[in-house]
């Protein structure tokens, strides 16, 4: 079954800081990838996807992430975060010869972007 | 187009009440998705609609949980009667055929059963 593993619940950071939120998915052969974000009180939102092609995919808000078939993980990058990136981040696995139409969602990280 | 909408935005009853939320989708997005969101579990696939037509209800948590889409203008899930354990915030969600599943989501409904 298929299954996505966020390993870390929660990630305090500086402002202006880097930061790596980390996702890994159980493997399958053909998988679509996103991360969303939640801000507090609203509704998910989609920060960036892969579907195919280049492995580094560049989302809004100054992030991107990096597609790793070998690692079977697609971790989230931000080179420099700002009070307004505080909030949960949700990973994504879209198997449609496993799940049809459904996304597979990790438990999220919560980022805390401390000043 | 103005995205998912959902109402109401908050709902507050009293255990035993029965509960309406209702989700009006994306034009041309012909998947709809029920999901339950709360601190203990997380956010929870409910239900699915392909076309209007139920496909998948095997994360609905029990009889109390209703889901129709008479239009594909339209859904609603229903809880009768409602109990505390139901308080989470409920999302709606639609995708489109082609679209990889990448699904757009409406603000959500906080249900608080007292």
């Known amino acids: 079954a298929q299954s996505v593993t966020q390993l870390d619940s929660q990630v305090p950071v500086f402002e202006e800081a880097p930061v790596e939120l980390r996702c890994n998915y159980s493997?399958?052969?053909?998988?679509?990838l996103f991360w969303y974000v939640q801000y507090p009180n609203q509704g998910l939102q989609l920060l960036l996807k892969?579907?195919?092609?280049?492995?580094l995919v560049k989302g809004i808000n100054g992030f991107e992430a990096e597609f790793n078939k070998s690692q079977t993980s697609f971790h989230l990058r931000k080179p420099s975060v700002h009070i307004s990136d505080t909030a949960e981040y949700f990973c994504a696995v879209s198997d449609p010869v496993e799940y049809g139409n459904k996304l597979v969602f990790g438990a999220g990280t919560i980022l805390r972007v401390k000043s | 187009d103005a995205g998912v909408i959902q109402s109401p935005r908050h709902e507050v009853t009293e255990m035993g009440q029965e509960v309406t939320l209702r989700c009006k989708p994306i034009?041309?997005?012909?998947?709809l998705f029920w999901y339950r969101q709360t601190m203990m579990r997380g956010l929870e696939l409910l239900i699915y609609?392909?076309?209007?037509?139920?496909?998948?209800d095997s994360g609905m948590p029990e009889d109390r949980f209703s889901a129709k889409m008479p239009n594909a203008s339209f859904s609603t899930l229903k809880i009768q009667p409602s109990e505390p354990r139901d308080s989470a915030v409920y999302f709606c969600a639609v995708t489109k055929q082609g679209a990889y599943n990448e699904q757009f989501f409406g603000p959500g409904t906080r249900l608080t059963v007292l």
């Open positions: 892969y579907l195919s092609g280049s492995t």
């Open positions: 034009s041309g997005h012909d998947y």
């Open positions: 493997s399958s052969v053909s998988v679509y």
């Open positions: 609609f392909n076309n209007n037509v139920p496909i998948d």
